[in-house]
């Protein structure tokens, strides 16, 4: 079992930048791949990035690729989303997720085990 808080969502102007934080807890953090959703209202979810449990392997969509950066901490269990030149379409709940195992590279909602409540981001134009 993972447990995923995030924290750091805010409003912020177009332009500016935040970063998430989602803190861990359970049994054991590694092994996990670790991602970035998001859902704004009226939408379905969608993958914005996830990293690989040694974080070795990142992966962006394409809406967010040069502007975000996702990392990790396994230590302190934690896992961040750098948020750059934001832009009023990025604005959604973003949510933090934990999938056993499978490749970075499958953005499918779906496959990932667990989730965290969610943090508003906010982008004013």
């Known amino acids: 079992q993972v447990r995923l808080v995030e924290s750091g969502g805010g409003l912020v102007q177009a332009g500016g930048s935040l970063r998430l934080s989602c803190a861990a807890s359970?049994?054991?953090?590694?092994?996990?791949?670790l991602g970035w959703f998001r859902q704004a209202p009226e939408k379905e979810r969608e993958f914005v990035a996830a990293?690989?449990?040694?974080?070795?392997?990142?992966y962006y969509a394409d809406s967010v690729k040069g502007r975000f950066t996702i990392s990790r901490d396994n230590a302190k269990k934690m896992v961040y989303l750098q948020m750059n030149s934001l832009k009023p379409e990025d604005t959604a709940a973003y949510y933090c997720?934990?999938?056993?195992?499978?490749?970075?590279?499958?953005?499918?909602?779906?496959?990932?085990?667990?989730w965290g409540q969610g943090t508003q981001v906010t982008v004013s134009s």
């Open positions: 359970g049994r054991t953090f590694s092994g996990y791949n």
């Open positions: 990293v690989s449990w040694s974080a070795g392997s990142t």
């Open positions: 997720a934990a999938r056993s195992g499978g490749s970075v590279y499958n953005r499918n909602v779906r496959l990932y085990d667990y």
